[in-house]
T-cell receptor, first 111, second 114 residues
Framework: AQSVTQPDIHITVSEGASLELRCNYS??????LFWYVQSPGQGLQLLLK??????LVQGIKGFEAEFKRSQSSFNLRKPSVHWSDAAEYFC?????????FGTGTSLTVIP | EAGVAQSPRYKIIEKRQSVAFWCNPI?????LYWYQQILGQGPKLLIQ????????DSQLPKDRFSAERLKGVDSTLKIQPAKLEDSAVYLC????????????FGEGSRLTVL
């Protein structure tokens, strides 16, 4: 069955530090993968997406993610976190029929 | 370009009452989705429309939830009667391509059932 796992429920980082949010998926075919960000009281905004090709994808706000088929992972990274990055982050898998979302990782940024 | 519009943003009702949420997708987006997001969880698909037809409503509790998209543009999600466990944010999303396109989300409608 298709699924998305985000192992970290909550992460706290210092402003300026690097960030990596983990995402693992379960799907037998080539996945379409997405990262969305949700600020409090807001809808989800797309950060980046992977369909095919280069396994390192760049997104908005300085985020990037790397698709690793051998590890079934699509981890999100940012080299230097800003206080405004504090939000909920969702990894999502599209099988061509339906989107599957992870349970999210809440990011806190401390000064 | 206008985004996905939803209303109302907030609604508080008592259990067994009814409520309706409205969504207007991005112009030209044929696919419309309603998601339920319970606090601390990821969005869960309730129903997916392609134009005015239902593509997937397998997770819609049909004894109390209903949704329509009569003219293939805006959509209404109704809950009647509401239960305490229906307290959640109801997110509407639309996409240009039904199978591989990214989702564009509205700001959501937060429902509290007392």
């Amino acid at each position: 069955a298709q699924s998305v796992t985000q192992p970290d429920i909550h992460i706290t980082v210092s402003e300026g530090a690097s960030l990596e949010l983990r995402c693992n998926y379960s799907y037998g075919a080539t996945p379409y993968l997405f990262w969305y960000v949700q600020s409090p009281g807001q809808g989800l905004q797309l950060l980046l997406k992977y369909f095919s090709g280069d396994t390192l994808v760049q997104g908005i706000k300085g985020f990037e993610a790397e698709f690793k088929r051998s590890q079934s992972s699509f981890n999100l990274r940012k080299p230097s976190v800003h206080w405004s990055d504090a939000a909920e982050y969702f990894c999502a898998l599209n099988t061509g029929n339906q989107f599957y979302f992870g349970t999210g990782t809440s990011l806190t940024v401390i000064p | 370009e206008a985004g996905v519009a939803q209303s109302p943003r907030y609604k508080i009702i008592e259990k067994r009452q009814s409520v309706a949420f409205w969504c207007n997708p991005i112009s030209g987006h044929a696919t419309l989705y309603w998601y339920q997001q319970i606090l601390g969880q990821g969005p869960k698909l309730l129903i997916q429309f392609q134009n005015n037809g239902v593509v997937d409503d397998s997770q819609l509790p049909k004894d109390r939830f209903s949704a329509e998209r009569l003219k293939g543009v805006d959509s209404t999600l109704k809950i009647q009667p509401a239960k305490l466990e229906d307290s959640a944010v109801y997110l509407c999303a639309s996409s240009l391509e039904p199978n591989t396109g990214e989702l564009f989300f509205g700001e959501g409608s937060r429902l509290t059932v007392l």
